[in-house]
């Protein structure tokens, strides 16, 4: 199965070719312009440079969410796009799923701990183990506390091995209460569209339309909006 995937739920962006779980190529970009300026030239850049045709793909895979509200919007309609010109299936996957494919070389057992930055001291968290060499999920994908987070860590044996744009805030925050956690480093601390082909082979592709971004909480106007009514 050939699979495109589309990452851009954090302020990176990236977009990779994966046949059958064997990554084909893949770009990753940081600089700072919007993922609606970067996504799908990266993505034609890809697929031009490995010369695949867009007709050979399978299926094109994104990071439906959590993560940042504006990226979540931007890859899902970037993809639904892409799926509806080429008249190929789309994958929508967990974020945080994509991303415990990073502790994939940690070794059987691994304890992955994904983490994303929610603000106001709560992260986007999902825990998954390694088992068979892929991640298979303890939690479901939850906004929590750092506190929270942390008495759910407590409980386990095994170390933890944080992933994510949060992972630095909870590492700190486990160091602070004298919790051990392993941090992941370079390419293995952020999401990929690696991941995402990871995560999508095992899952039935399904319309473009049908594709829908996964929040997981209220955007901040839709919070003010609900208290104003509330109040």
Not at 213 to 228: D, T
Request: hydrophobic share 45%; glycine share 10%.
């Amino acid at each position: 199965m050939l699979i495109l995937g589309i990452e851009s739920t954090a302020k990176a962006a990236s977009c990779a070719l994966v046949r059958d779980g064997a990554l084909i190529g893949q770009y990753y970009q940081c600089s700072g312009l919007t993922h609606s300026a970067t996504l799908l030239p990266m993505a034609e850049n890809l697929l031009a440079s490995t010369g695949t045709d867009k007709t050979a793909l399978d299926a094109v895979a994104v990071a439906q969410g959590p993560g940042s509200f504006t990226g979540v919007r931007i890859g899902v309609a970037a993809v639904k796009g892409l799926c509806w010109a080429l008249e190929k299936p789309a994958v929508g996957v967990s974020t945080l799923e994509a991303m415990a494919w990073n502790g994939v070389n940690r070794g059987e057992g691994t304890l992955v701990c994904c983490c994303m930055d929610a603000r106001r001291s709560q992260v986007y968290n999902a825990l998954f183990i390694i088992k068979d060499g892929k991640p298979e999920r303890l939690v479901p994908d939850r906004a929590v506390s750092l506190e929270e987070l942390t008495a759910g860590l407590a409980e386990r044996a095994e170390t933890p091995f944080l992933v994510g744009d949060g992972a630095a805030l909870v590492h700190e925050y486990l160091s602070d209460r004298a919790m051990r956690a392993e941090l992941a480093v370079g390419p293995l601390l952020h999401q990929s569209a690696w991941g995402v082909c990871m995560a999508a082979q095992d899952k039935q592709p399904e319309s473009a339309g049908a594709l829908l971004p996964v929040y997981l909480r209220l955007s901040q106007a839709e919070r003010e909006r609900q208290a104003r009514m509330n109040g």
